[in-house]
């Protein structure tokens, strides 16, 4: 299939680069699926170029005269997304001020790709397989059947079979949309072309800001090859341009590469282990980054209070206040001053406080002084889920430029989620 020139002539044309077999095997697909009106189920990870196929489906078919549309179903909010995809009369909601057609109107005789399907709330999900099955739609606010003749293309980077199962996402819908499915390989699983990638954004680069480009030694190379790229081509793009940029040896090898290659062990939110086999990875949800976040603060104040005691050992705190607040140092490995603690932890070491630090007079005034810093070292370090959640939004955003697709991606959130917690915390972009 390698040698095919049809396949080869619509890489040229796309812009496709790499000679993977499974790559090959979604390039013929979709161009056996494009003359006919049946619709595609594009599945694979985000980042690995899924967009891509939609326009080669568009461009083969008797609708390539007609308008293509993509739109990406996590970026719009879920009140207002029937009206972007089915159009509004005026007046039917706060702020519909004129009548609006909506993409299935506007596309009517092309094509129309619907991105991240799987984000599609399910009132939605009822009016687009309306549609798939009689080409009928209603605007929101009327009460009038119109008609449209749509191709309708769809993608994923979820297993909707999964959403299925969990009540997310319609049944039926699911079998209309999957007539048929193209897989889009992930970049770890192409080999050979992540080399052929990272040529060809190098010499993107240099061509652009006339500067030799990056080429990479053997060992390089086979490090590449190994490296999974959660991100995939865009994660690429990035590591290849970072190089060129500030790369003054113009050939790389294996262990100035790895400085590029971030680790695969990140300080953001991941989903949780699930104890069931046919949960997906990538099936991520607010509740697993709040999970996240109690841990983390719980992980800051284990860390707290092994200061204090730290500190009570050197000397540095009066013995009545630990006494008076024993009970927040009883999950401690580490007790002090009962029998209990002393027989159980052998290498325990009585605590023995300097006796002229004693002075009845002056005791009170440190113990006071103390106390007030104490206090005031735990509302510093005692972040609240919401301060919390809003840091690493900014990180997210601040390590991705601000781009929210990427950002939702790293956060495991979805895109309409982030938009929703950015409006929330009043973050500036």
């Known amino acids: 299939m390698i040698d095919n020139p049809e396949i080869q002539s619509v890489k040229q044309r796309f812009g496709i680069i790499g000679n993977s077999p499974l790559l090959n095997h979604a390039i013929q697909v979709a161009m056996q699926a494009a003359p006919t009106d049946m619709t595609v189920l594009i599945n694979g990870e985000s980042g690995s170029g899924k967009e891509s196929f939609s326009k080669i489906i568009h461009s083969l078919s008797l609708r390539k005269h007609g308008k293509f549309i993509a739109i990406n179903c996590g970026a719009i909010p879920e009140g207002t997304i029937d009206s972007e995809l089915f159009g509004h009369e005026k007046g039917s909601f706060t702020g519909a001020h004129e009548a609006r057609k909506g993409y299935f109107e506007v596309t009517d005789g092309g094509s129309i790709f619907l991105d991240e399907i799987g ?26 059947v119109l008609k449209t003749n749509v191709r309708v293309i769809t993608a994923t980077n979820v297993k909707l079979l999964n959403a299925v199962e969990k009540g997310k996402f319609r049944e039926d819908l699911y079998y209309r949309l999957n007539t048929v499915p193209i897989f889009v390989p992930p970049l770890r699983e192409r080999g050979e072309d992540v080399v052929l990638l990272f040529r060809k954004f190098t010499s993107d680069f240099s061509e652009k800001y006339h500067v030799r480009p990056i080429s990479l030694d053997n060992e390089a190379q086979v490090a590449l090859m ?25 050939e790389v090898d294996a262990e100035t590469l790895a400085r590029y290659l971030p680790s695969e062990n990140t300080r953001l939110p991941m989903t949780l282990p699930s104890m069931s086999k046919n949960s997906e990875s990538s099936d991520f949800s607010e509740r697993d980054l709040l999970y996240k976040v109690l841990f983390d603060m719980k992980k800051d104040m284990n860390e707290l209070k092994k200061l204090v005691l730290e500190s009570y050992k050197n000397g540095g705190l009066n013995q009545t206040i630990i006494q008076k607040h024993q009970g927040l140092f009883e999950d401690m490995d580490s007790g002090f001053g009962s029998p209990e ?17 004693s002075n009845s007079s002056n005791n009170e005034e ?22 919390k959640e809003k840091e690493m939004i900014l990180r997210a955003l601040r390590k991705h430029n ?17 938009y929703r917690k950015i409006k929330q915390y009043e973050i500036d972009q």
């Open 402 to 418: 601000n781009k929210r697709k990427y950002a939702a991606s790293d956060l495991g959130i979805s895109e309409r989620t982030l």
């Open 226 to 250: 190994r490296y999974s790229f959660p991100g995939n081509i865009r994660q690429l793009k990035n590591i290849a341009e970072q190089i060129s940029l500030l790369e003054s040896e113009r």
């Open 119 to 144: 984000e599609m709330p399910l009132g939605t999900q009822a009016r687009l397989l309306r549609v798939l099955e009689n080409g009928e739609f209603i605007k929101v606010g009327s009460s009038k």
């Open 366 to 387: 440190y113990e006071d002084d103390v106390i007030e810093d104490i206090i005031h070292e735990e509302d510093d370090n005692s972040l609240s889920l919401e301060k």
């Open 341 to 357: 603690s002393t027989e159980s932890n052998p290498s325990y070491v009585p605590l023995v406080l300097d006796s002229q630090k």
